[in-house]
């Protein structure tokens, strides 16, 4: 498999046994920055809030002007989550803490 064509399996929390395969500079990229700006401690981070946190922390020629951030976030969210390296908190709005 050339560097071109290799992808990272991804997975989703909320439906097991689904998996996805996405660009690999773009996930890694995204799950710096995510793991960078979400605390390690409760009460965590709101999707809205990380989301305001993560442009400043990703390389602008994979997200120019913050392109596809969103998407990417909540990918990343959602294997990590899967993966049991963040935890979703029960609270109103919903927040994110590593675990």
Request: proline share 8%; net charge positive.
């Amino acid at each position: 498999m050339t560097k071109q064509t290799a992808k990272i399996r991804v997975r989703n929390v909320h439906h097991p046994g689904h998996v996805r395969y996405v660009d690999p500079e773009m996930y890694e990229a995204m799950k710096r920055a995510f793991l960078r700006v979400l605390p390690r401690t409760s009460p965590g981070l709101t999707a809205a809030e990380i989301l305001e946190l993560l442009p400043i922390h990703l390389p602008e020629k994979l997200f120019p002007g913050g392109a596809k951030v969103g998407w990417w976030a909540k990918t990343v969210q959602l294997n990590l989550e899967a993966k049991r390296s963040i935890a979703r908190e029960k609270s109103s709005p919903l927040r994110w803490h590593k675990t």
